[in-house]
């Protein structure tokens, strides 16, 4: 049980580059935390800096207040998981699991009942004679973690613990490591690039890039107010549209429409998530007509009409999942749709509505996720529509959130 | 490719292995028939000898330098492959898994040394050797094996060690292990096949080498087979000793195939499959 | 500053090889150095004075050097481009047979194992006309080891008999890093076996063939065991390995020894450092990486 705080953490490699830059987190006593991010924003060395692998450049561990630095990996009683599983193969399954204690000098009679107990926990009594070769993949990935919860450490860390298995039985190890953190209640680093994984397993998580923290917090709260660009893009799939919005008084003109934007006088970048577009009207028939699925109809009608932004599409590409569908679009000039659906906002000064961009710009691209029942067919032109406060604003230079950030 | 183009390839390649076989063998097979010939039959040109007798290799053994001289060699040789694996190992964990200032240039004398030419420097070990009283000792052929044969021990361990997958050595550290304890209960049993090829391939330089021996020895003492074969052949010139000459070659020979044999083997090639990934 | 563990580490591991390495060939080498500039017979120890340059005058105007520089090269450059060419086709047999791999792979390291002294002595029994078999054939009416030409015949031959196996599995080495997928597209675009061979196979191996080719062309210049058991340096075929071991530990004139020891190094370090800016590019040194 440990908490473990990283303060002004950097790594520099002798050849120059940097791994990571100035990372301050605090991961709580007993809390599951996912470090998420691409390949190479500097998870993984982050991990290797908190267990001791690597020295960091710059800024310490303290696990429970204590300074790690310059403590061999050995002796901070942590417990990794490699991507690779790391299973010794000229040792039997039960020397894996008594390898940590055996080091440790634990006594013989000891270490049968505890690597008894970690092979109970992970149903593995059957393997314990097994050569690691002779495994599959599921079944080295719970050897793996039989060895990380034999010693019991102050604290598991786990590097990209399911890579390396096939989809189905990825799902299954995720429900497991989640049930065996409720057990154990041990504090928990998880780094992964699967925002699946990081999104249900997290009691709190923080997204790398580029060696750097850019938002640490809830899974709810990262995903639902990404605090930048970066953050926005990476988590949800299929990902955010992004957009540019010009500046027009306190509203920004959008392909979709008018909204109000917060943050100073200039231009943004508007994020619109799939699941927050739909077809225009479903949702206000939806609440009217009582449809009996309350799950379909996305949220309850806005009470005020003019925060919602309609607009025309043409359908390019649709993609049915079976329990959901995403419609790949193409946004038809504004005008038209301005006109015809007669959302749009009467510029007050009565100067004559600025063109969506630069003539010839392409057109605007939107995912939109519609119920898979919808009678949507490619090449339909339809009307959606997608409430302004479901609209996220970032800054076009620095990428940050703008308003309620 | 159809059936019969498969059964001609294998046509041929039976006959590309025996051809083989034969370069490799022939020369051998010579002298050991030789060496199983009676005196009288020497010059019949047959390669599978008409009579058998065994009586060079009891003239050989008898003849109290060839005991001495396989004596000498068996130790010399496995004390230089006991020392340099060890050396080897030490400087081949420093080059595959640390980054230090000099690791180039260390790998990089390494190689010149590979490349040494021995005459270059028997003079003066010669000089220095009697001066400190290594001459023609164990220790004084010891060490020049040692030194020549460490690149090539550095090599060999260094590739063995490049394939290991890493992470077990991490696991180990993470795991509480110290270093030194991951070195020898992790990486030294899963490079088992490369030490072993280190440590053969020393022992046969060692086991080979004769300009050395030949100047830095001069007894019973610390002289080697080679040196003292090569003393058989200078004896007489006029009746040259062939029959026991080859029947030491014989003897000689046989542990440097034994171990060829043992190393070709695949030594728990298996052993690191399935350790890492599918 | 401080110095990073790691550093120090690395070099406390190296520590022990750096000085068993520098004890028996950098001391040496400058040993001979500093002995090459005196007069030093062991015969008459007392004489001993610096000479300056004299030694190596005496060396290079002598005729025997010469000889011996010939006689060596003749011998390098015969055996190491046959071995090339047989250790590539024996390499491919190693990397190819679908029957008898093992069988190949383990016959081939026969030769070189076996004590270079001792294949010296089959090649010579082999070739002698009382206990040998080639007479039999009718090549040479005469002993093959009392003529010239036929003398260097068995001293190449029985090199390239003893080093192919280790120019071979360097070559196979290279073959193994050739990506098959690359020789399956070659076929798919249409290359036959020969372009596969000489357009994909051979330039991807470039740096094991450079390897392969300077550990071998170092190593033949250093010929030593098999002309001493075979001729002793008779009938024109005495290498400078054998020059140099006879003024030192025959005539043990250590003087002019060491100077023929420093020549040597120069021609072996010359040819090596040639070998290395000739074919460019692939350092020798990726051998270690």
Redesign the interface.
Known sequence: MATITLKGIGKRFSRGAVAVRNVDLEIHDGELFVLLGPSGCGKSTLLNIIVGLEEPTSGTVSVDGRSMNGVEPGKRNMAMVFQSYAIYPHMSVRENLAFPLRIAGVPAEERERRVAEAAEILELEELLDRRPATLSGGQRQRVAMGRAIVRNPVAFLLDEPLSNLDARLRGQMRAEIARLHRRLGTTTVYVTHDQTEALTLADRMAVLNRGEVQQAGTPREVYGRPANRFVAGFLGSPPMTFMRGERDGDDVVLPLGRATAPGGGSDVEVGVRPEDVREAGSATRASADALPRPGVGQAEAPSDPSALLRFRARVELLEWLGAETYAHVEVEEQDARAEGAGWGRKREDGRPRPEPGPSGERPQRLVARLSPGSPVKEGDVVDLEVEARRLHFFDPDTGARLGDA | MSDRGTALERLFWRATVLVVLVYAGLPLAWIVSLSLKPAADLGDGHLVPRHVTLAHYGAVFANPHFPAALRNSLGIATLATLLAVALGVLAAYAVVRLRFPGRRLFLGGALAVAMFPPVAVIGPLFDLWRRVGLYDTWAGLVLPYLSLTLPLAIWILAAAFRDLPWDLERAARVDGATRLQALRKIILPLAAPGVAAAAVLVFIFAWNDFMFALSLTSTDHARTVPAVLAFFTGASRFQQPTSAIAAASVVVTIPVVVLVLLFQRPIVAGLTAGAVKG | MRI????????L??A???L??A???A???L??VR?SLYRYDLRFPDARRFVGLHNYLTVLTSAVWWKAVAATLVITLTSVSVELVLGMA?AL?MHR????R??????????????????A???R??F?P????VQ?LGILDRPWLSVSWSAFTIIILTEI?KTT?FMALLLLAGLALVPGDALRAARVDGASRAQRFFRVTLPLMKPAILVAL??RT?DA??I??TV??QT?GALGTQP??LV??DT??VSLN?GL??A???L??VL??GA?VAIVRGMGGAL??A???
């Open positions: 990073p563990r790691e550093h120090r580490l690395g070099w591991l190296c022990p090889a750096v068993a390495m004890a028996v060939t001391y040496p080498v040993a001979a002995l024996l047999v047979a679908l029957v008898g093992r069988t190949v792979r383990t016959a081939v390291l026969v030769p070189y194992a076996v004590v270079t002294v001792v294949a002595l089959a090649w029994f082999a002698n009382t206990t040998g078999f039999g008999w196996p300077l550990f170092v210049l250093r030593f065991d001493f058991v002793r400078v390995s140099g071991y030192l530990l250590l020894g060491s023929v020891s420093v040597i190094f072996v370090t090596a020798p040194e051998s270690f990486r």
